[in-house]
């Protein structure tokens, strides 16, 4: 029997918590063989005004922090279909979006497939593979609701920002991994997520 490598999408957007994906990203070189990894165009804009310049000024330079793990990110270029993630033929255990903006939830709710993070969610749908969407809005318009409704129909898991207390959490890294936890848990991993009452 052969055994597959164990690959994963990972797409950052333009939505506020920009270190939800980059610690999605941290996690998931340690449980994945390969990440292929999707940013758009508005990414670097949220890492300069949501981290201090020295903690992660681009996505390139945080990736080299993995160390040894960092020859398993792939970037990908975010407006070609000419990788991976745009085929179904390629074979991955699914897509994360963390963050993910209202943009991007309602061009993926239309199936507008018009640049690779939407072609790559839309490829997921598709072959009925696991998309999980970690949303990021507040307060929520009727418009995002209706989307949400959309990709929750057609297989997706929309999993909000929106971390739990009831561990204490001591750090923001803690609230946040609250959040990561839970969607990793979605794609399969062990995770050690804390269970309630344990
Ligand atoms: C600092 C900053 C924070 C933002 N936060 C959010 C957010 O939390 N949720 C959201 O849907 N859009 C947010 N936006 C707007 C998106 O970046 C914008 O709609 C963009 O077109 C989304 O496209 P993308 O999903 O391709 O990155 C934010 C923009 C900026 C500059």
Redesign the pocket.
Known sequence: MTSHPTRVILGI?????VLYGLRALEKLVQLADEVQVIA????Q??IR??LDSGHAPTLESFVETLGPFAADVHFCNPKSFFEPPASGSYRHSGMLIA???????G?IAAGTSD?L?CRAADVCLKERRKLILL????PLSLV?LRNMTSVTEAGAVVLP?SPSFYHKPESLMDAIDTVVDRALAQLGFQTPAKEWMK
Do not use: F
């Not at 957007?13 to 918590?17: E, R, Y």
């Not at 758009?40 to 990414?43: D, Y």
């Open positions: 957007t333009g939505a506020s918590g758009s165009s508005n990414v804009d949220i005004t949501e963050p993910c903006s209202m943009g991007t939830l061009r640049d993070m949303a990021r809005e507040t995002h920002a």
